[in-house]
């Protein structure tokens, strides 16, 4: 399910390569989670001479799957402390956790004796916090981090305010821009959000 998350979908030739599995067990595993309704099947057509390939992607219900931070409780509390202590109140405790989340991982980041291996450490930092994504590097657009998914989107939309302080975060514990790009979804593969690292490569 994760390799189907960052792919936006595969036919099972190529999963099961992914996953160094056999093509018929492959298969079996995503017919069976196609039964639970994390999966739908359709059919591809081969680049080559070929009848058409059994292609699988991920269904709304995988969302299930992946870390959503208890979004409507804390959508519902963050709503009630602005009746309690006004409007900007949702706003100053999304910044007092950004800040006790800067202040956790700086002392780890701090140990890394390289950008990349600080924006590669933080990436893991993330992932523990329920974010799913991959550090990727080519000559063209240097360093990034692409994530497919954040438990705190939901959030963010609700509160795009806070999306600026998560980036503040990152640019503090890096010591370097960041730059936040939001990359839409399509047959060319998922929706994601990429943070590209200044200083190696940056455009």
Not at 67 to 88: M, Q, R, Y
Request: charged share 30%.
């Amino acid at each position: 399910m994760e390799q189907l998350k960052l792919s936006g979908g595969l036919p099972v030739s190529e999963l099961s390569r992914r996953l160094d599995a056999s093509y018929m067990a492959t298969k079996q595993y995503c017919e069976d989670l196609k039964k639970l309704g994390y999966l739908e099947r359709t059919r591809v057509p081969r680049t080559e001479v070929g009848r058409p390939e059994i292609f699988y992607r991920l269904t709304a219900k995988s969302a299930s799957i992946f870390p959503d931070a208890g979004v409507h409780f804390t959508l519902e509390i963050l709503e009630g402390l602005k009746s309690l202590f006004g409007e900007s109140a949702p706003e100053r405790v999304l910044y007092q956790h950004f800040q006790q989340l800067h202040d956790q991982w700086k002392p780890r980041i701090a140990k890394a004796n390289s950008l990349v291996e600080k924006a590669t450490l933080l990436a893991n930092l993330r992932e523990k916090e329920g974010c799913f994504g991959r550090c990727k590097y080519d000559p063209e657009n240097g360093f990034r981090i692409e994530e497919y998914h954040h438990p705190l989107q939901p959030i963010f939309d609700q509160y795009p305010s806070a999306v600026k302080m998560e980036l503040r975060m990152l640019e503090q514990l890096l010591g370097t821009r960041v730059v936040r790009r939001e990359i839409p979804g399509g047959r060319s593969g998922p929706a994601r959000v990429d943070f590209e690292v200044a200083t190696l490569g940056i455009r």
